[in-house]
């Protein structure tokens, strides 16, 4: 089993900054590919594939949004700038490999003035 851990969250100004840490466990983390999503709206984020050789962004966050990888520490990041109120929202990463699938407690983010 894979589990995974997010952080970072916490209240943005607009225009401001978070940088978010999903850290997993239990299972060989270089072999899943991982994407941060938005709970209620099920919209993913970002993806990035198992090296970090390959990512895409939502339309919404194109030019603000940042996903890596460092898999020598298990973890993903999604670094947040220019932040806008329609981006607060439950944040959750997900671990995909084939048929096998996990997802973490999720980090909430809130933007407002």
């Known amino acids: 089993q894979l589990q995974l851990v997010e952080s970072g969250g916490g209240l943005a100004q607009p225009g401001g900054s978070l940088r978010l840490s999903c850290v997993a466990s239990?299972?060989?983390?270089?072999?899943?590919?991982m994407r941060w999503y938005r709970r209620q709206s099920r919209l993913v984020v970002t993806y990035i594939n198992t090296d970090g050789t390959s990512t895409h962004y939502a339309d919404s966050v194109k030019g603000r949004f940042t996903i890596s990888r460092d898999n020598a520490k298990n973890t993903v990041y999604l670094q947040m700038n220019s932040l806008q109120p329609e981006d607060t929202a439950m944040y959750y990463c997900?671990?995909?490999?084939?048929?096998?699938?996990?997802w973490g407690q999720g980090t909430q983010v809130t933007v407002s003035s």
């Open positions: 997900e671990a995909d490999r084939g048929s096998m699938n996990y």
């Open positions: 239990g299972s060989t983390f270089s072999s899943y590919d």
